[in-house]
């Protein structure tokens, strides 16, 4: 089989296949006997009619549209590994000659993954936020912290700010009760700002027995989004008493025996809290930044499909179209830089790290971690779960590598960061990275099979 490649543009090519006549052979075989399965002829069984008597009654032309049919996903995909061509989507192929006996020559058009050149994705810079924590901040958390064990009284008065009423409400549009519109005994925290838009002004004022209608835009239900009257009635006002700040407070809400200790045991969860914060932001930034020294061509036929398939029958409005389009164009420069790297750096993902990825997944959507696997099988979907596994690990390796500093000029530790924001010492690094050797050399890596670039993966 003979094939010439031709560049159309970065991100598309066209393959002209020449096949020599007999490597249909097999093609032409099945197609006789699908049809000799379907046909019937006096005189012959069903599923033995001969090839010549199919030839008279149905037509060699016929048989051999079926033949090529059959033949050409084959033909193609051979095409495509013969000459390393990496498609993105389906190609559009047209039979250019068909020659009974002699062969078949087709051409393919197809979205191709582009080559881009990888910038040094070593040292790249970021900046993020301290985390050193304010004075404020440490006041904010023990405000909370007393305020989860503080008592409410009911109060002979008008409700104020940070009183908590018992509400009943009706929501009405043009005098009629708006489906699921009707609250009775709701506790709400006023001044909160938690509920319908305009309550906090209307109960604000209002003792136990009364009640006040204002106009409000609906959040949600049947009438999302509508305006609608509302009529709040009061049926009861709390006031919440605080524990003073003191040592007896702190060993109330605590293991801590002063008040100073638990402010200083705060703290401490605080930076803990902001350092994954830093992790956050610095993956945001370093990658921010990786793909601000590529250029990435984008297949405009792929990304067109992409935004079709988001706005599915409806086109979407200019401005929101754009945004989805932006972030297809990002999301596939992303993958492919990814790839890349992650090709550079020969990273591999393991069954430990499929395993763990699966079982993140399944925690955040409340499943068992072994259902979420099955359905990611059978769904054909673990090629697509690798992929996305062995990109999360080239971030996290350009991250680490990152030349990461906080506001104040300080370097930012990523590599001895852990989940819970503590930071590991250098022998348990040493003793970790020896495990990971270890389980890496134990178990064979779970290759993912090759994903087109700009196609996002399937959910788990």
């Known amino acids: 089989m003979k094939t010439v490649v031709e560049t159309l543009d970065p991100t598309r090519v066209r393959m002209a296949v020449e096949v020599p006549f007999d490597e249909l052979a097999p093609s032409l075989a099945s197609a006789y006997k699908r049809i000799a399965a379907q046909v019937v ?3 012959f069984r069903k599923g033995k009619v001969p090839p010549r008597i199919i030839d008279q009654r149905i037509g060699r032309a016929a048989v051999l549209e079926e033949a090529v049919n059959e033949a050409l996903p084959r033909l193609y995909g051979q095409a495509v590994e013969d000459n390393g061509v990496q498609p993105i989507g389906q190609p559009e192929v047209e039979i250019t000659t068909l020659d009974d006996g002699q062969a078949l020559a087709f051409t393919a058009e197809v979205d191709v993954r582009p ?20 004075d ?11 305020e989860r064990f503080g008592t409410l009284r ?3 008065r008008a409700a104020a700010a940070g009183d908590f009423a018992a509400l009943d409400l009706l929501a ?29 002004e209307a109960v604000t004022g209002l003792s136990d027995g009364e009640s006040a209608t204002f106009t409000t835009t609906l959040a949600g239900g049947p009438a999302g989004g509508q305006q609608a009257e509302v009529e ?15 040592d007896d407070f702190a060993q109330l809400a605590s293991e801590f025996d002063t008040l100073d200790e638990l402010r200083a045991d705060l703290r401490e969860r605080l930076v803990r809290v902001k350092r994954i914060e830093q992790a956050a932001e610095a993956r945001d930034k370093v990658l921010a930044e990786l793909l601000s020294r590529v250029e990435v061509p984008v297949p405009e036929r792929v990304l067109a499909a992409q935004v079709d398939d988001h706005f599915q029958d409806d086109h979407g409005d200019g401005d929101h179209r754009a945004e989805v389009e932006a972030e297809a164009r990002t999301a596939f420069a992303r993958q492919l830089v990814l790839d890349e790297i992650a090709q ?10 499929l395993t763990s990825y699966l079982v993140a997944q399944a925690q955040q959507a409340g499943m068992d971690p072994q259902q979420l696997a099955d359905q990611v099988v059978k769904a054909g979907n673990l090629p697509f779960v690798a992929a996305d596994v062995v990109r999360g690990k080239a971030l996290a390796f350009v991250v680490e590598e990152a030349a990461v500093t906080d506001e104040s000029g300080r370097p930012v530790e990523l590599k001895r960061l852990r989940e819970d924001g503590t930071l590991a010492t250098d022998e348990e690094l040493a003793a970790e990275a020896a495990e990971a050797a270890e389980a890496a050399a134990e178990e064979p890596a779970a290759q993912p099979a090759a994903q087109p670039a700009g196609e ?5």
Do not use: F, H
């Not at 404020?136 to 007393?146: I, P």
């Not at 506790?187 to 938690?194: A, E, H, I, L, N």
């Not at 996002?456 to 788990?460: E, K, L, R, T």
């Open 172 to 200: 009405r549009r043009d005098g009629e009760l708006v489906e699921g519109g009707e609250a009775t005994a709701q506790t709400y925290r006023v001044g909160s700002g938690t509920m319908v838009e305009g309550l906090d």
């Open 115 to 134: 080559e881009i050149t990888l910038p040094d994705y070593r040292g790249l810079p970021a900046q993020v936020a301290d985390a050193d924590p304010s």
């Open 232 to 246: 709040v009635s009061v049926r009861g006002v709390k006031e919440q008493d605080l524990p003073d700040l003191d």
């Open 41 to 43: 002829v006096p005189g």
């Open 456 to 460: 996002p993966s399937p959910p788990a």
């Open 344 to 353: 550079q750096e020969q990273l591999q993902v393991t069954q430990q790290d």
């Open 136 to 146: 404020d901040d440490v006041e904010e958390q023990l405000a909370a912290l007393r």
């Open 154 to 156: 009911a109060v002979e």
